[in-house]
């Protein structure tokens, strides 16, 4: 139990018809259904630099879940994705691709990783070059691509777009087209969140094929995909040097550097305490709200005691619409 008594649902164990195996990812219970669907359970766990933390974020699955279905179709007419439907809060349900074992980011903006990289004296990152005399937050002339090769345990990995064709990650042909959509989608995105009087700084893509087919896979656009800045004030902090008003996931990594931790040997994740934890599920539902512009709805069990009901509510959920797809 967490704060508020609020209740977070950090680990599944179903069993679905047709099912056939379960992976387990940092934040998603992925559960295969006959080797063509894939069953995405969005869980409350969390992590920061490839590290799980031990504490899950209440309604934090909800969040990422129901945010990146409605970036899935909105960005559908651009290339289709593995979305079938979204039965439960929780739970997406999909096609099942073959992954590239890459992931593709993309960068508006001077900030995260990119910032710790440059001001560490970098001046390029994936083998892509980054003007000199740049501060942090600070818009790119052209927004960059820095992929990072997938790693199935600890960290992803910088990698060049031609390191990827010349070790066969993904060939030439479809690295260029992956490259072409990552561009489409993140233009879309930034025009959805400066209708909302957001900025999307940086994000990442997934994809995979089925079939010969090219899909966006997992999720898009979320606060633990993306990054953030409000709109309103931007100009004013880059220029006094200030930092950003921001909504993504940044200020949980920011929190636990601050306490000696950055997911390196030997070091110890600092307490999670109630107040804590309440103060990371307010950041998400605020970005739910600002992103969507819609009113976050907080399901019934969730706010009491009941986990037991949650998860037989997602299991009654996704079986129903497993039968449909028969």
């Known amino acids: 139990m967490t704060s508020d008594n609020m209740e977070a649902i950090v680990n599944t164990d179903f069993h679905f018809p047709g099912q056939t195996g379960k992976y387990t990812g940092k934040v998603r219970d992925v559960y295969d259904i006959n080797g063509e669907y894939l069953v995405m359970v969005v869980t409350d766990r969390i992590s920061a ?71 560490a004296g970098k001046r390029t990152l994936c083998g892509v070059p980054m003007p000199d005399g740049m501060v942090e937050n600070q818009r790119f002339p052209e927004p960059i691509i820095t992929p990072s090769s997938k790693a199935a345990e600890g960290h992803d990995e910088d990698i060049s777009k031609e390191e990827i064709i010349a070790s066969g990650l993904v060939s030439k042909e479809d690295y260029e087209k992956i490259e072409a959509y990552t561009r489409a989608i993140y233009k879309r995105g930034c025009e959805i969140a400066a209708k909302r009087g957001l900025i999307l700084v940086d994000t990442k893509y997934e994809f995979g094929k089925k079939d010969g087919q090219i899909y966006l896979m997992d999720e898009i ?38 306490n000696g931790f950055q997911g390196q040997t030997g070091q110890k994740v600092p307490e999670m305490t109630p107040e804590i934890v309440k103060s990371i599920t307010d950041r998400y539902i605020e970005l739910f709200e600002n992103i969507t512009g819609e009113r976050f709805c907080r ?28």
């Open 299 to 326: 399901l019934p069990g969730q706010d009491g005691t009941d986990k037991e009901a949650i998860l037989r509510r997602i299991g009654s959920n996704v079986s129903d619409c497993l039968a449909s797809l028969r």
């Open 49 to 119: 630099f490839d590290v799980i933390l031990p504490e899950g974020i209440p309604y934090k699955g909800q969040v990422l879940n129901q945010i990146a279905a409605k970036f899935l179709d909105a960005t559908s007419d651009i290339l289709p994705n593995w979305k079938i439907a979204s039965p439960d809060p929780m739970v997406t349900i999909g096609h099942k691709c073959e992954p590239f074992k890459v992931e593709m980011v993309i960068r508006g903006y001077l900030a995260g990783h990119a910032w710790r990289e440059y001001k």
């Open 221 to 258: 656009h979320t606060p633990d995909s993306s990054r953030y800045f409000y709109a309103d004030g931007y100009e004013e902090r880059l220029a006094k040097g200030e930092k950003q008003r921001q909504l993504s996931k940044e200020f949980v990594r920011e929190w636990l550097m601050a």
